[in-house]
C-alpha cells in the first residue's frame, strides 16, 4: 500500500461520520441542524465531490448562538484563571491527540498538502498553549502613582465577541483567533468559512469534550452574507475579529457600524520579496520559492512580488524557473505533493485568469500559466517575469502559487516599487548589509518583515499589516488588548482638596 493509498483509507473512516450525520452547528453545548433546515453541500476541490451537508445557518441560529454566548459570558469571566487555563491546556492535548484526523480532512476540504497541514494541527495546539499561560498575566492590573490617588487599572474581559475565518488554512487560523478570546475571558460565535467546514467542527468537538462550559464557545456555519452578517450586526456581540479579504474587512465595518463593534482585521496582501545583489542568492531563492508555492499560494503572507536587483536577475530568474518547472503538483495527501488543488472553481477561474492578464499586460510566462488534468482544481506553479509594478498581476492578491518577477536597479527604486501597492501585511529583504538592512525595513510599508529569512512565526511577536492588509496586532500581549477593556478605578489616600461649587 502506498503512503497515498494509506492516506485515503484513514480519511474515509475519518469521514465516515460527516457522511452519515453531515455537520451540525454548535449552540449552547448541542448539536443542532440550521433554525430553517436549510443544508448546504461542501464538496472536495481534489476531485470535486460532495463530502457532506452542512447546515446553513442564518439570522435566527446566530442571535440563538450570541444569546447562549452572553449567558455563558459572566461566569466564564470570572472563572479563576488556573481553572481556565487548565481547559485551554485540556483543548490543545486534546488537538494533539486528533492531530491526523485533523489534518487529512483540512487537506480534503481545502487541497492543501498534507506535508504542511500535519504541522498545522499542531501549531493549533501551540496556540493554545501559549494563550493558556498568559490567562493570569491577562488578567493582571498596572498601577500608575500619583500623589492623592492610588490608580489602578485592570483589565476586564470584553464580552462575547464572533470570530469569522477563511478557507485557505482554517484551523490553523480559528484556533490563532479562539485562543486568546477564550483566555481572555470571552465567549465566542465563530462562523467559520463555508468552503472549509470540516476542521471547525473537530475543533469545537476538542473543546467541548475538554470540558469547556455550554455556551462559551458556538459554532454556526453558514454563508458570509446572512451568518456573517447577522453575526456583526448582532446586538450581543461586542466585536469581531475578523480574518479574510480586504472588501469583506470593509463590508464588515460598515455592517458593524450601527452596534459600534470593535474589530480586528487581518485581511489580503501583496508581499514583496526584495533580493538585492549582495545576498546569500542560494538562501534567498529558497525562501522566495517556499514563500510563494507553498500552501498552494493560499496564504496571506506569501512572497507574491519577487524584486529582484537587475545586476543578478538574469540568473535568479533562470534559477528560480528552473526548480518552479520542478515543484510537484499532486493529490494533497500524497506526502511528495507540494502544490495541491486550488480550493474551488470561482477561486480557479480567478487565478487562471491572471495567466492570460499577465500576456495582455506584456509580461512574459516564464513558467506554469496552465491546468493540470481535468478533474479538480490543480494549477502548474506560474511565473512571471519582465513585469512593471503597475500591472495588474503587480496589484492585485491573487491568491494561487503565482509570482511575480520585477527588476530594480536601486535600493531607492525597490523601496518605491515595494511601498506601491494598497497592501502592507510582509515584507521580506535579502541583504548582507546591515546598515541597508535597517535603513530599508524602516521605511517599508508592512506590518511584519523577515531579513534573510522566510516567514518564521513567533508566538510573542505582533501579527498583523497596515494600510488594505488590516487593523490590530495579535500575539503576545496584543491579542489581550483586542479582546479585553482596560478599566480605571482611582482611590483617594487622603482627603485632598475638592473643588467646591455653590459655597
Ligand atoms: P472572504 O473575505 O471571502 O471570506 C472570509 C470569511 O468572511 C468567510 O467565513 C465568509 O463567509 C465571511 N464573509 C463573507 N462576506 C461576509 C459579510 N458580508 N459579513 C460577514 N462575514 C462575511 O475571504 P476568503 O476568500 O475566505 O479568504 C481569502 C482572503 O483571506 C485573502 O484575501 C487572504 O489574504 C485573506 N487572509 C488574510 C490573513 C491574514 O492574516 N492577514 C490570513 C489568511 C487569509
Not at 86 to 108: F, N, P, Q, V, Y
Not at 319 to 330: A, C, D, Q
Not at 452 to 479: C, M, Q, Y
Amino acid at each position: 500500500m502506498t503512503a497515498l493509498t494509506e492516506n485515503i483509507e484513514k480519511l474515509n473512516g475519518y469521514l465516515a461520520r460527516f457522511r452519515e450525520g453531515g455537520i451540525q452547528n454548535l449552540i449552547a453545548g448541542k448539536s443542532r441542524p440550521a433554525a430553517s433546515g436549510a443544508v448546504f453541500d461542501t464538496t472536495s476541490p481534489v476531485d470535486e465531490s460532495v463530502i457532506c451537508p452542512v447546515a446553513r445557518g442564518g439570522a435566527e441560529d446566530i442571535d440563538a448562538a450570541a444569546r447562549a454566548a452572553a449567558q455563558a459570558f459572566p461566569a466564564w469571566a470570572a472563572m479563576p484563571a488556573a481553572e481556565r487555563k487548565t481547559i485551554l491546556i485540556r483543548i490543545a492535548e486534546g488537538i494533539e491527540a486528533r492531530a491526523e484526523e485533523i489534518a487529512l480532512c483540512e487537506c480534503w476540504d481545502t487541497g492543501q498538502a498534507l506535508r504542511f497541514m500535519s504541522k498545522a494541527a499542531l501549531r493549533g495546539a501551540a496556540n493554545f498553549r501559549f494563550f493558556a499561560d498568559k490567562v493570569s498575566s491577562a488578567r493582571d492590573g498596572q498601577n500608575l502613582r500619583s500623589p492623592t490617588l492610588m490608580n489602578v487599572t485592570t483589565r476586564v474581559p470584553l464580552g462575547p465577541v464572533g470570530v469569522i475565518t477563511p478557507w485557505n488554512t482554517p484551523f490553523m487560523l480559528s484556533t490563532w483567533k479562539i485562543a486568546p478570546a477564550l483566555a481572555a475571558g470571552c465567549t465566542v460565535v465563530h462562523k467559520p468559512a463555508e468552503f472549509s467546514p470540516l476542521t471547525a467542527r473537530i475543533l469545537a468537538e476538542i473543546a467541548h469534550e475538554a470540558g469547556l462550559p455550554d455556551g462559551v464557545w458556538n459554532l454556526v456555519n453558514g454563508f458570509g452574507e446572512d451568518a456573517g452578517r447577522a453575526l456583526t450586526e448582532h446586538p450581543a456581540i461586542k466585536a469581531i475579529a475578523f480574518v479574510g479579504e480586504s472588501k469583506t474587512g470593509s463590508m464588515i465595518m460598515k455592517q458593524g457600524a450601527d452596534t459600534l463593534k470593535r474589530v480586528h482585521f487581518e485581511l489580503g496582501g501583496k508581499n514583496p520579496v526584495v533580493v538585492f545583489d549582495d545576498a546569500d542568492l542560494d538562501r534567498a531563492l529558497d525562501a522566495a520559492i517556499f514563500m510563494i508555492y507553498s500552501l498552494n499560494g493560499e496564504r496571506c503572507t506569501s512572497s507574491s512580488r519577487l524584486l529582484v536587483q537587475d545586476t543578478v536577475a538574469d540568473e535568479f530568474e533562470a534559477k528560480l524557473t528552473e526548480r518552479v518547472n520542478t515543484i510537484r503538483v499532486g493529490h494533497p495527501l500524497d506526502p511528495e505533493t507540494e502544490v495541491g488543488p486550488l480550493i474551488h472553481k470561482v477561486h480557479f477561474d480567478k487565478v487562471a485568469s491572471y495567466f492570460d492578464i499577465a500576456k495582455t499586460d506584456g509580461a512574459t510566462v516564464a513558467a506554469g500559466g496552465l491546468r493540470v488534468g481535468d478533474q479538480g482544481w490543480f494549477v502548474r506553479p506560474t511565473l512571471f517575469t519582465g513585469a512593471t509594478n503597475d500591472m495588474r498581476i503587480a496589484q492585485e492578491e491573487i491568491f494561487g502559487p503565482v509570482l511575480t518577477s520585477i527588476r530594480f536597479a536601486t535600493e531607492e527604486e525597490a523601496l518605491k516599487i515595494a511601498n506601491d501597492t494598497q497592501y502592507g501585511l510582509t515584507a521580506y529583504v535579502w541583504t548582507n548589509d546591515l546598515t541597508r538592512a535597517l535603513r530599508f525595513t524602516d521605511r517599508l510599508e508592512a506590518g511584519m518583515i523577515w531579513v534573510n529569512s522566510e516567514n518564521v512565526r513567533h508566538l510573542p511577536t505582533p501579527f498583523g499589516g497596515v494600510k488594505a492588509s488590516g487593523i490590530g496586532r495579535d500575539g503576545g500581549d496584543w491579542s489581550f488588548e483586542f479582546y479585553m477593556e482596560q478599566k480605571h478605578v482611582g482611590f483617594a489616600l487622603g482627603q485632598h482638596r475638592i473643588p467646591r461649587l455653590g459655597v
